[in-house]
């Protein structure tokens, strides 16, 4: 499998509600957070791409600033602009 095929599989594994950073979906791979963002650029629309943040809750900016916009309407806990990471951030299984 691909860096871009584990990385989608793990931001489809990520549940509406909840976030994952770029970081922590490189850990899950095998792969650095650029080589996550890079690979998130290639997935198509039916990937879940706003559930993919900076480590400090900052959504993606791509797709013309949706994804604050779309985290808010799956009820993902925020503080201000960002992301609350304590309540939001999801944590995979062993």
Same mark, same amino acid.
């Given at each position: 499998?691909?860096?871009?095929?584990?990385?989608?599989?793990?931001?489809?594994?990520?549940?509406?509600?909840?976030?994952?950073?770029?970081?922590?979906?490189?850990?899950?791979?095998?792969?650095?957070?650029?080589?996550?963002? #890079? @690979?998130?650029? !290639? $997935?198509?629309?039916?990937?879940?791409?706003? +559930?993919?943040? *900076?480590? &400090?809750?900052?959504? %993606?900016?791509?797709?013309?600033g #949706? @994804?604050r916009? !779309? $985290?808010?309407?799956e009820?993902?806990?925020? +503080?201000?602009? *960002?992301? &609350?990471?304590?309540? %939001?951030?999801?944590?995979?299984?062993?």
């Amino acid at each position: 499998m691909s860096v871009v095929d584990d990385v989608r599989e793990a931001v489809l594994s990520i549940p509406a509600g909840s976030v994952a950073s770029y970081g922590s979906v490189g850990r899950r791979v095998g792969a650095g957070p650029r080589q996550v963002g #890079r @690979a998130m650029g !290639l $997935l198509g629309e039916g990937v879940p791409w706003w +559930r993919v943040v *900076r480590a &400090d809750g900052t959504p %993606a900016t791509c797709h013309g600033g #949706r @994804a604050r916009e !779309l $985290l808010v309407d799956e009820g993902t806990p925020m +503080r201000g602009a *960002r992301v &609350d990471m304590c309540r %939001a951030e999801h944590r995979w299984g062993p």
